[in-house]
């Protein structure tokens, strides 16, 4: 399995910017589709965006237009850039494998950092 390690959470006002990362292990990292995921307190984690290995992007229609994510194939990195945040934003985030399946299948979850978009 793939693991990783996410970073970069914390309180934010409504309109605010975050940005978060996630450092995967594994020397393919490149290859991978990945994806953002969160969790709000008593919801069911939720898809948020997701980037193929060439790095065309795609989005849920919540966050479409006020997140970007990007990867650095070099750093085995992904990062969330989160602007405009709004309180119903508030969740845990996690990066994994996309699409879902493939994160069940053959990824696995992190601590996932707290945002709270709360002012």
């Known amino acids: 399995q793939v693991q990783f390690v996410e970073s970069g959470g914390g309180l934010v006002q409504p309109g605010g910017s975050l940005r978060l990362s996630c450092a995967a292990s594994?020397?393919?990292?490149?290859?991978?589709?990945m994806g953002w995921y969160r969790q709000a307190p008593g919801k069911q984690r939720e898809w948020v965006a997701g980037i193929i290995s060439g790095g065309s992007t795609n989005y849920a229609d919540s966050v479409k237009g006020r997140f970007t994510i990007s990867r650095d194939n070099a750093k085995s990195t992904v990062y969330l850039q989160m602007n405009s945040l709004k309180p119903e934003d508030t969740a845990a985030y996690y990066c994994?494998?996309?699409?879902?399946?493939?994160?069940?299948?053959?990824?696995?979850w992190g601590q996932g950092p707290p945002v709270p978009v709360s002012s």
């Open positions: 594994g020397s393919i990292f490149s290859i991978y589709a």
């Open positions: 994994n494998l996309w699409p879902p399946l493939q994160a069940t299948m053959e990824g696995s």
